[in-house]
């Protein structure tokens, strides 16, 4: 596969926590790779399938979801639901033939600047070897 | 003009055509479609009807009809998307479909011609099979001014004559596709011709569908736009949209721009199959739809077919090929229900 | 056995009585017999129920068009409406039910069991008899089914004839129910996983392979979704044109519509509409098959509902429509839910 491909990953980061983390990796100039582009949500728990599926369709190379972990939840239980969603879709994009590490999800709380560019890190490189996501891509 | 082509010959003929894109009947899944070929040693024994009938060619499902993008001088720039330039033989039609594209030419040939199926439509050479046994149970072609060997819309008409086929050549285009096989085409005798007409004599008798009196509908319909027979049948409509997408004849559209990337500003205007079925399709920008209820939708397209049709351009738009029929998930039948419209059952 | 007299019976008394505002059942079609779905309004109608092997469609369908029917006249006849269930449609019911789509009242289910043998899959009939027109299909004994064709009588065993959700039905007769015909006989399949399973032992690009053909066929003509009691959303999030428009919408409301796939039936957005009709379906799809049956490209649409339901059974311990007093699926969740692909 291309090695230079630089992936694109959306994230959906609950406001929260995850993407509070994320902002902890910045204020403590914590390097990870450039390739995401965040999207807040207020909860992870409102994040619906069709935006995940929206943002291959769009092109995006890997979609990461990621909220407060179990019982930490702003809204109590909102990352409950975003747990059973979520693993039904984990389940259905293999099963359609879309690379299985190309959708994650994660908990990543307000204090885990470190855990986020991990992750980050992690996800790029794992997308790296896998090319382009061409297969839910809409090209006109 | 009329030849005979031995079974034989005709992939010889067909590998002649190399300037052509060829279509032909292909099996997949159990049902037919017109798939590219790029030989065609026979047309199979068991080749019935084609799923989505001729009318894919020259309206096809999605249609790109022209390019915009930003153009800093202010505006739009507007690049027009013709088809591609390129001729296509369609093998192995039936009359029913070929009918079809030559009543959609009625509308689509205007006096303001729609130049994406115009040229779509010139470009079109369509090679028929003539109907030895009929391709279907539902087939009522006959009674709707159509025939198992119907050669409306067609350039050459083959008939299956055991061993050989029996070639009638109708138009221009169809010399022009068989001199340049002129070799494979012998004359006919008069047992030929005897064969060919025995064949459709016996067609005609096989049929066990039809519409009574079918071109005597128009002057029915047009007093039973409030009769509850519509109400009864439609209840059961699923609002699909597959007796329509189906339809040889039926051609309505929608017409979207699709958006590639809106800084820069890109995109593309195209045209895709709609159909009067789905509820929305009369809905007005003012949240008022005129068909808001499956009655008045089903009424919709069989009179359309059957009497607005009749009344503008003097033919029924329907081709009798009975794909609504088989089809319908709820077994709604066009054929029926005209058979039974005046007796005001309900 | 089911004695059709017996439901003709209670349709008519229903009716009689002014009880119901309609029954909805099979009556026979026009062509080869292949049974209908009708409403009947009037009691010497009710003569013309039928009940066999061609009775295919799900009429938990018609209750849901039926309540928005009514919702927009502007006197609503209050009455229940009767419908024939088999187990699955009788399933379906129990997910309106349990989403508060209807109100127990609004329907008389005249439930009707499968037994030990089911409905038939019209192609598998018609590859059996080469293309002749089959006249008459009836339930036969130690669930085979008669075929009539040309006057000959022939039998088919039901492996060969039935349409493959009976084949993989764990639910043959109705579990929610006001009136109950036939006997109550359990089938418990062998393996009612087996072509997800199958699906699943082919590699990702063999996977993906066989997706594309599939979808690449698809003419987005929404039968799936016009057939489904379970999609009855006025407004669908996959269908650019299903926009429930009033005259107090503004035009603002309008322009800003998210669309969310392009009409055009390019082989993305015919994948992103069917997996959003796949997830929009976890736990509440039932298996009635209609959405398959209807497709006129024959697209294994049943391939990528059966994969959600197994993963609800096996991650959840969920089955759609057996309660409708239990929570649905997505709207609750248990401390224990799986989360080992959660890094």
Known sequence: ?140 | ?346 | MVKISDVRQEAKRLLEKGKVRGVVGYVPGTRGGWAIPYLIQEAERAEQLVWDPTCVHNLALFVVEEKKEQAKQKEPDKRPLAVMVKGCDSRAINVLLQEKFINREEVVLLGVSCENSGVVDRRKITHLLHGQQAGEIRFGDNGNIVVVVNGERRIFDPQEVLADRCLECQYNFPVVFDYFYGEKIKKTPPAPYAQVEKLESFSLEKRRQFWEEEMARCLRCYACRSVCPMCYCAECVVDPISFAVEPTTTAEEKAKKIKWIEKSPLLSENFVYHLVRAIHLAGRCVDCGECERVCPEGISIRLLNKKLEREALRLFNYVAGTDSQAPSLLSTFQETDPEDFIW
């Not at chain 1, 599926?53 to 702003?74: I, K, Y």
């Not at chain 2, 052509?20 to 798939?35: G, L, M, R, S, V």
């Not at chain 2, 004849?249 to 789905?278: M, N, Y």
């Open chain 2, 1 to 346: 003009m009329e030849k005979i082509l031995k079974k034989s010959d005709l992939g010889k003929w067909v590998g002649k055509l190399s300037a052509f894109d060829c279509y032909a009947p292909t099996k997949e899944n159990d049902h037919w479609e017109f798939n590219q070929v790029t030989y065609l040693d026979s047309l199979p024994e068991d080749y019935t009807q084609v799923n989505v009938p001729l009318k894919k060619v020259v309206l096809p499902n999605r249609e790109v009809l022209f390019n915009f993008e930003d153009n800093r001088n202010g505006g739009p720039h507007i690049q027009e998307v013709l088809p591609e330039e390129k001729e296509v033989v369609v093998f192995g039609v039936r009359g029913c479909d070929a009918r079809g594209v030559a009543l959609l030419s009625k509308i689509f040939s205007k006096s303001s011609p729609d130049i994406y199926f115009e040229r779509r439509k010139n470009q079109l050479y369509v090679v028929g099979l003539s109907c030895y046994p009929l391709p279907g149970d539902n087939c009522f072609c006959l009674s709707v001014g159509g025939g198992p060997f119907s050669t409306q819309g067609m350039d050459i008409l083959l008939s299956d004559i055991g061993g050989k086929y029996f070639v009638e050549v109708l138009t221009p285009k169809g010399e022009k596709l068989v001199e340049l096989g002129w070799e494979f085409f012998a004359e006919p005798n008069d047992q030929d011709r005897q064969d060919r007409l025995r064949r459709e004599k016996k067609a005609q008798e096989m049929f066990n569908l039809e519409i009574h009196e079918a071109e005597k509908k128009a002057g029915v319909l047009h007093h039973l736009f409030e009769d509850k027979i519509w109400k009864t049948e439609s209840f059961r409509c699923l609002k699909c949209g597959i007796c329509t997408y189906l339809c040889p004849t039926c051609h309505c559209f929608d017409i979207a721009d699709e958006l590639a990337s809106p800084v820069p500003f890109q995109g593309k205007r195209v045209r895709v199959w709609d159909t009067c079925q789905f509820p929305d399709f009369t809905m007005h920008s003012s949240g008022h739809n005129p068909r808001p209820d499956k009655s008045s939708r089903l009424r919709q397209r069989i009179m359309h077919k059957f009497l607005y049709f009749v009344e503008t351009y003097g033919e029924i738009m329907c081709t009798g090929c009975g794909r609504c029929v088989s089809k319908c998930p709820v077994g709604i039948d066009i054929v029926n229900i005209l058979n039974r419209v005046e007796s005001h059952e309900g």
């Open chain 1, 1 to 140: 596969m291309n090695k230079d491909h630089e992936p694109r990953i959306v994230a959906f980061l609950c406001k929260w926590c995850s993407s509070a983390g994320s902002d902890m990796a910045g204020v403590s100039r914590l390097e990870y790779p450039p390739n995401v582009i965040p999207i807040t949500v207020m909860c992870s728990g409102s994040v619906s399938p069709i935006y995940i599926l929206s943002a291959f369709n769009l092109g995006a190379d890997g979609v990461l979801v990621s909220g407060c972990h179990p019982g930490d939840c702003h809204y109590i239980k909102g990352n409950m639901y975003a747990r059973r969603r979520m693993a039904f879709l984990k389940e259905l994009l293999p099963y359609l033939g879309l690379e299985p590490e190309r959708f994650q999800m994660s908990w990543v709380s307000a204090a885990e600047g470190v855990k986020f560019t991990q992750i980050i890190k992690d996800f790029v490189a794992q997308l790296k070897p896998l090319g382009p996501q061409t297969y839910l891509r809409r090209s006109l």
